[in-house]
């Protein structure tokens, strides 16, 4: 166990539940990532140790789930969700089930699981359990299900984007019966909440190879639109890993209206709004000078910027490095775009005898001034033009 690095909570909690009489195996999404040589985000205890138990093991222990057998016990500010074996009790609608089944060992434990990589576990002396071949799969970078797909698939339809999800993410390949049966249920997966399905998409979109979405989208699973010919979603992977950015993308590859799109998935108002305002940029032609930029950009957040004009880079193939040579001057210099950047503001105006409509059509006029000759920006200076021009 030593060689993995597990934080030193986690190990406490396992030996705790096994001093107690109990066994105790860190399981799923954890044990792949330690196998992979990654860090696990979270830490996951399978244990035969029933949540009531675990409340009189632990001092601090919070009720996170225990209608499924899963409570979480800190270890100082460290969580552990620690889950009672268990398996799936009744499915409807290819929906998670209702009720959980209390189950004797680790090995019924991991056959509920969605995957061969997910369903592995270790305890505290390093013994492995992988009775479905996981570890085998994760040096060839598959993602099978574990069992029948088509039944696993039946059960519980997030697990076909969750398996599009790994793939992306981890960069693997979806083994063939898998895909073949995730493909076949795509239509099921519109009994999933649009809430879910967002949150998978989106983790399937900020992976290493968000293109392992294509078989999905063109079976008609996600967008209204499939990916058009001659289109290649591999490109999505080279545009910087942020939502708005890779949704538009995607929606810009195929032919689908973002908002339309991102509204019927339930997305966040921000990113479809982002992704839209990008797709519009997109279109346009390339920037013709570091003003023209300024203006075009200047609805979008900052943070954005350097990441539409690589994507602009990525899609339509343009030349950026003037470009990104621009965006390196302006914020290195902080130069204004936005009216409320302007080293002037209405009042010195209405100080000037402006009035109404006027003020806003002077501070206009100045900005744009500004935005071609930044060092113009000046309250002073522009006092000067004022009154010599507006
Ligand atoms: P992540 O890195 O996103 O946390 P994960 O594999 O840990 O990935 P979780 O959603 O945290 O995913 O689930 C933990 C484990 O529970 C999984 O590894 C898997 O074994 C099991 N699991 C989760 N969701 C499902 C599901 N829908 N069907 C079957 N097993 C599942
Ligand atoms: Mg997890």
């Given at each position: 166990m030593d060689r993995y690095h597990i934080p030193l909570s986690v190990l406490?909690?396992?030996?705790?539940?096994?001093?107690?009489?109990?066994?105790?195996?860190?399981?799923?999404?954890?044990?792949?990532?330690?196998?992979?040589?990654?860090?696990?985000?979270?830490?996951?205890i399978a244990s035969s140790a029933p949540p009531e138990k675990i409340l009189k093991?632990?001092?601090?222990?919070?009720?996170?789930?225990?209608?499924?057998?899963?409570?979480?016990?800190?270890?100082?500010?460290?969580?552990?969700?620690?889950?009672?074996?268990?398996?799936?009790?009744?499915?409807?609608?290819?929906?998670?089930?209702?009720?959980?089944?209390?189950v004797d060992s680790i090995e019924e434990d991991l056959a509920r699981?969605?995957?061969?990589?997910?369903?592995?576990?270790?305890?505290?002396?390093?013994?492995?359990?992988?009775?479905?071949?996981?570890?085998?799969?994760?040096?060839?970078?598959?993602?099978?299900?574990?069992?029948?797909?088509?039944?696993r698939f039946s059960e519980d339809a997030l697990r076909i984007l969750r398996g599009f999800r790994f793939a992306s993410v981890l960069e693997y390949t979806i083994e063939e019966k898998t895909l073949?049966?995730?493909?076949?249920?795509?239509?099921?997966?519109?009994?999933?909440?649009?809430?879910?399905?967002?949150?998978?998409?989106?983790?399937?979109?900020?992976?290493?190879a968000p293109q392992s979405l294509e078989p999905l989208i063109n079976a008609g699973g996600l967008l209204s639109a499939g990916i058009s010919s001659g289109r290649k979603l591999e490109l999505l992977a080279k545009i910087p890993p942020e939502c708005s950015l890779r949704f538009a993308a995607l929606c810009y590859l195929s032919d689908a209206n973002p908002e339309t799109v991102l509204r019927r998935l339930k997305s966040d108002k921000q990113i479809s709004k982002l992704s839209a305002g990008i797709i519009n940029e997109l279109r346009l032609p390339a920037f013709v000078s570091k003003a023209e930029m300024k203006t075009r950009l200047s609805g979008f957040p900052p943070q954005l910027w350097k990441g539409i004009i690589e994507t602009r880079g990525v899609l339509l193939g343009e030349d950026i490095a003037e470009c990104k040579a621009w965006l390196t001057a302006?914020?290195?210099?902080?130069?204004?775009?936005?009216?409320r950047m302007l080293d002037i503001d209405g009042f010195d105006l209405i100080k000037l005898g402006f009035k109404g409509e006027k003020?806003?059509?002077?501070?206009?006029?100045?900005?744009?001034?500004?935005?071609?000759?930044?060092?113009?920006?000046?309250?002073?200076?522009?006092?000067?033009?004022?009154?010599?021009?507006?």
């Open positions: 406490e909690c396992m030996n705790r539940i096994e001093q107690n009489g109990y066994e105790a195996w860190l399981a799923g999404g954890c044990v792949r990532d330690l196998l992979r040589g990654e860090t696990p985000e979270d830490y996951d093991i632990f001092d601090r222990v919070i009720e996170t789930g225990i209608r499924h057998g899963t409570v979480t016990v800190m270890i100082g500010d460290f969580p552990i969700e620690v889950t009672r074996f268990r398996v799936d009790g009744e499915y409807r609608d290819h929906r998670h089930p209702e009720t959980v089944i209390p699981r969605d995957f061969t990589v997910n369903a592995m576990a270790m305890n505290l002396t390093g013994e492995l359990k992988d009775p479905f071949g996981g570890r085998a799969d994760l040096k060839s970078k598959l993602v099978r299900a574990v069992g029948d797909p088509d039944t073949e049966a995730a493909l076949r249920r795509v239509e099921t997966l519109s009994n999933i909440s649009a809430e879910r399905i967002f949150g998978e998409l989106i983790k399937c979109m900020l992976g290493a302006i914020m290195d210099h902080n130069e204004p775009y936005l009216l003020i806003g059509e002077a501070l206009e006029k100045l900005l744009g001034e500004v935005i071609v000759s930044p060092e113009l920006n000046r309250k002073k200076i522009l006092l000067r033009l004022v009154e010599k021009h507006l």
